[in-house]
């Protein structure tokens, strides 16, 4: 039995250091048993103080070597449990206290969501000069900042081929989906880091919102809760979620309309496909008064809304009244309060799909495939293709042996039809018989009948000679 197997089903320490052990004449070198033991005592460790995970402890993990990113706070890794899938680990370096406790409640959160548009949690697993445990999450295609990689040094999973405009507005719609789930939960979820690197996508081009490290759950949904300042990157950020709040200048005072604001960040990005890295200053000076001045946010990011405008020129001939304008334009307001709730942002989408050919957008989604796939493949992407390939195979298996079974059971019921003919044809066949024998019957009691008669008569005359 696999080690996070037996961990699971709380298999003592003592007995699985001995199954180790017992190991080591099949080939099992010391090294591998030394560092068996570390992981093993480790993960006890961590089980101990909290219980609930045990439940969630994934076994027969493989690492593959293939780190699919990182960022500052820890990186995420290719494993196989057994087919690919996703693994995030935290830096060492971070791995106190406080982060196993943020880990756990990620992996509490995360295990109670459910939605198309949210990424999917598998488990835990522990590896070697780890703490902590590895987040395991299913694993997909690209994110959306690499579809569209504004940077010169493109991905392997970068994409040549141009992103239609009805892709990229469905893409957005699935991740105004994802939001509305996590605000519209009870109690509701700010995921409070949403980036166009946490939008993954699948092999459908379906967007999927990840990484709720930071997510918060609040009490009311639009009532401003103290928080953490400035949770995710700053381009993202409205201004409440830099601004200090009165009791601690280490924490700020904002509602789930932070979601709202980077979601208008994410589609200038989506739109423009350029990257808005480097707003312009909040304040500028008059050239008249010399007076300093404030931007809004929208004004902070005109020189990116330019990259938007000529994008949606050419499908809108009064583009300054799109819909997805509009959403920006909404998005940004400086005040949470004048900004809409995910729901009118799912409108205003709703509106927008309208501008484009829906047929153009299943069309692209394939060239957008073929692109990426006909790139260099490394390892990862290789392994998931294959999961694919394996999973077609058994789905064209399944499909097969269904139709058989549908084939015997339609020949069954031809059976079944001609047995029921051949009954209904002796049913007859014995009612006819039957009436026959009736008939007979009724003759043969009729000519009794007669004969008696007769017979009583020629009695009765005898008797009256006599």
Not at 51 to 58: A, D, E, H, I, Q
Not at 172 to 177: G, P, R
Not at 380 to 395: E, G, I, M
Request: glycine fraction near 4%.
């Amino acid at each position: 039995m696999k080690i996070a197997a037996q961990l699971q089903q709380g298999v003592t320490i003592q007995r699985i250091m001995d199954n180790v052990r017992d190991t080591i004449s099949s080939g099992i070198t010391r090294e591998h048993l030394r560092e068996t033991n570390i992981v093993v005592i480790m993960a006890e460790e961590f089980l101990r103080d909290h219980p609930r995970l045990r439940s969630f402890v994934l076994s027969d993990v493989q690492l593959t070597g293939t780190e699919l990113g990182s960022g500052a706070y820890g990186k995420v890794e290719e494993i196989v449990v057994p087919l690919c899938a996703a693994a995030k680990t935290i830096h060492p370096f971070l791995q106190e206290a406080k982060a196993s406790t943020e880990f756990v409640r990620e992996c509490q959160l995360m295990s109670s969501l459910s939605h198309p548009n949210i990424v999917k949690f598998l488990g835990v697993a522990f590896f070697p000069g780890s703490r902590l445990p590895a987040l395991v999450m299913e694993r997909l295609l690209t994110s959306l900042h690499d579809l569209l990689d504004p940077d010169p040094d493109p991905s392997p999973l970068s994409n040549p081929t141009p992103v239609s405009m009805a892709l990229k507005c469905s893409i957005l719609h699935n991740v105004a989906c994802g939001l509305a789930y996590l605000h519209g939960r009870l109690p509701p979820i700010i995921h409070r880091d949403l980036s166009a690197r946490n939008v993954l996508l699948d092999f459908d081009m379906v967007g999927k919102i990840t990484d709720l490290g930071v997510a918060r759950t609040v009490p009311r949904l639009m009532v401003a809760a103290t928080m953490t300042k400035g949770p995710g990157a700053s381009v993202y950020m409205p201004p409440e979620a830099s601004a200090p709040a009165a009791s601690n200048t280490q924490m700020s005072k904002y509602d789930a309309s932070i979601d709202v604001f980077s979601f208008g960040v994410v589609t200038i990005f989506t739109i423009g496909e350029k990257f808005p890295c480097d707003p312009l200053p909040h304040t500028y000076a008059d050239e008249k008064t010399g007076l300093l001045q404030a931007r809004t946010e929208l004004q902070r990011r005109s020189n990116y809304m330019r990259y938007v405008n000529n994008q949606l020129r050419a499908f809108h001939q009064l583009y300054a009244k799109h819909p997805l304008i509009l959403l920006i334009q909404q998005c940004l307001q400086n005040f949470p309060s004048k900004r809409p709730d995910i729901r009118e942002v799912l409108c205003l989408l709703e509106q927008a799909r309208g501008c484009f050919n829906q047929e153009e957008c299943e069309r692209n989604k394939l060239e957008v495939l073929q692109s990426i796939q006909s790139q260099p493949r490394d390892q990862n992407l290789a392994c998931v293709l294959q999961d694919l390939k394996t999973v077609n195979a058994d789905l064209q298996a399944y499909v097969q042996a269904k139709e058989r079974e549908l084939a015997q059971a339609h020949q069954q019921l031809i059976l079944k039809e001609e047995r029921l003919q051949i009954s209904e044809r002796e049913r007859q066949d014995m009612d006819r018989e039957l009436a026959d024998v009736n008939h007979k019957l009724t003759q043969k009691v009729c000519i009794e009948l007669v004969f008696g008669s007769f017979s009583a008569i020629g009695g009765c005359k005898c008797r009256r000679k006599n």
